[in-house]
C-alpha cells in the first residue's frame, strides 16, 4: 500500500511576529481565512494553505521558506501581487519572477516575519 493513499494535503504552520498584520498580509496575496483564534489561522490559496499561527522565533522565521507552485507564475503575479506591498506591510519589497539558475521561474515575497516565499511554476 503506498504511503499517500488516503493523504488529503500538508500543510506547514508558519510563524508570525505580529498575528494580526500577517492576517491582513496574508489576505492581500488572496489567501481566505478559515478557522482563526488567538493561537492559530488556517488559510487557503486554491487547494492548499497554511497554518498561521500566533508564535515567532526570529531564527526560524528568517529561515523558513515555503514554495508556492501556480500554473503560470506571471499571471498569478500581476493578480496577486498588489504594488504598494512592501510600503503596506513594511516588509521587504517583492522580487519579480525570473528565471533561475536551477531551472524554474521564481519570483520571491517576504512576509512580515521574514519568512520567505518562492513563488514559481512547474516547468514545461
Given at each position: 500500500?503506498s504511503?499517500?493513499?488516503?493523504v488529503?494535503?500538508?500543510?506547514?504552520?508558519?510563524?508570525?511576529?505580529?498575528?494580526?498584520?500577517?492576517?491582513r498580509?496574508?489576505?492581500?496575496?488572496?489567501?481566505e481565512?478559515?478557522?482563526?483564534?488567538?493561537?492559530?489561522?488556517?488559510?487557503?490559496?486554491?487547494?492548499?494553505?497554511?497554518?498561521?499561527?500566533?508564535?515567532?522565533?526570529?531564527?526560524?522565521?528568517?529561515?523558513?521558506?515555503?514554495?508556492?507552485?501556480?500554473?503560470?507564475?506571471?499571471?498569478?503575479?500581476?493578480?496577486?501581487?498588489?504594488?504598494?506591498?512592501?510600503?503596506?506591510?513594511?516588509?521587504?519589497?517583492?522580487?519579480?519572477?525570473?528565471?533561475?539558475?536551477?531551472?524554474?521561474?521564481?519570483?520571491?515575497?517576504?512576509?512580515?516575519?521574514?519568512?520567505?516565499?518562492?513563488?514559481?511554476?512547474r516547468?514545461?
Amino acid at each position: 500500500m503506498s504511503a499517500a493513499k488516503g493523504v488529503l494535503g500538508v500543510r506547514a504552520f508558519i510563524p508570525a511576529r505580529d498575528f494580526a498584520l500577517s492576517q491582513r498580509f496574508y489576505a492581500a496575496l488572496g489567501f481566505e481565512a478559515g478557522h482563526v483564534d488567538a493561537q492559530v489561522a488556517v488559510l487557503t490559496l486554491g487547494e492548499s494553505g497554511i497554518i498561521l499561527q500566533n508564535y515567532y522565533e526570529k531564527a526560524f522565521a528568517e529561515n523558513c521558506m515555503v514554495q508556492l507552485m501556480v500554473e503560470d507564475v506571471d499571471d498569478w503575479w500581476a493578480r496577486a501581487v498588489p504594488p504598494g506591498l512592501a510600503a503596506e506591510f513594511d516588509v521587504q519589497h517583492p522580487k519579480p519572477p525570473v528565471m533561475q539558475s536551477w531551472g524554474l521561474k521564481v519570483g520571491f515575497i517576504w512576509d512580515p516575519s521574514g519568512v520567505l516565499w518562492h513563488v514559481t511554476q512547474r516547468p514545461a
